[in-house]
Structures are given as C-alpha cells and as structure tokens.
C-alpha cells in the first residue's frame, strides 16, 4: 500500500510531441504535462557492451497519484531532476485506483 508520506521525490510528466521544422519535417522534443510528488525505488541496474561501447542501464519503480486528466503510457517519460526515466510497463495496484506503478528504465535511449 502506497502512502502520501513516502511519496517524497518530484517528477516531472512528459509527453513526446512533434514540432513543425518550417522545412516539411518536424523535431521531436518532450513537453512536460505536469510535475507531481512521487515514490522512486531503484530496483536493478546493468552494463553491458555494445556498438563498442559500455552501455549502462537501471531499473526504477516509481509510484505517483493517478492523473485524472489524461493517461500515462509507455509513450512518455518521467523527468526526475535529470535523470531520464523511460516508461516501459504501468500497473494500478490499488483497489480503489488511486495511485499508478510505472517501471521505468534511465540510461537507455528510446
């Protein structure tokens, strides 16, 4: 059971969105939705070689407040300071639906 009192981290919601180059194109940059108080526990980390180069990756679980005003996907990220946290699974371990687990994933590129 979540409570409000361990819930002692800010992040920042972000979602991906497209922004018209004035060339036919378009960039790609985050636009944070919202900024909520949240629970984040590191979980598993990893290194691993590739493209000849030392890769690393840790595993976090961070638990936030159901937004009532839109959904969190594994299409956005959460910004914690300026740590990067790619959203990879999202759970509503409550019964009453108040609070939503994401597992997120730092240090890998989406």
Same mark, same amino acid.
């Given at each position: %059971?979540?409570?409000?009192?361990? *819930? ?11 922004? =018209? /180059? *004035? ?8 636009? $944070? %939705?919202?900024? #909520?108080?949240?629970? #984040? ?6 290194? *691993? ?9 840790? %595993? ?8 009532? /005003?839109?959904?969190? &996907?594994?299409? *956005? ?8 946290? &790619? ?5 509503? &371990? =409550? ?5 939503? $687990? ?6 890998? #590129?989406?």
């Amino acid at each position: %059971m979540t409570r409000i009192g361990s *819930m002692r981290e800010r992040v920042s919601v972000q979602q991906e969105g497209r922004t =018209d /180059d *004035m060339g036919g194109g378009y960039a790609l940059s985050w636009t $944070t %939705m919202a900024t #909520v108080s949240a629970r #984040v526990r590191p979980l598993t980390g990893r290194e *691993m070689a590739a493209r000849g180069a030392l890769e690393a990756s840790q %595993m976090y679980e961070v638990t936030i407040r159901r937004p009532v /005003d839109y959904a969190i &996907n594994t299409g *956005m990220r959460l910004l914690w300071g300026s740590v990067a946290l &790619n959203i990879r699974a999202t759970a509503n &371990n =409550d019964e009453r639906g108040e609070f939503i $687990t994401c597992t997120c994933e730092s240090g890998v #590129v989406t």
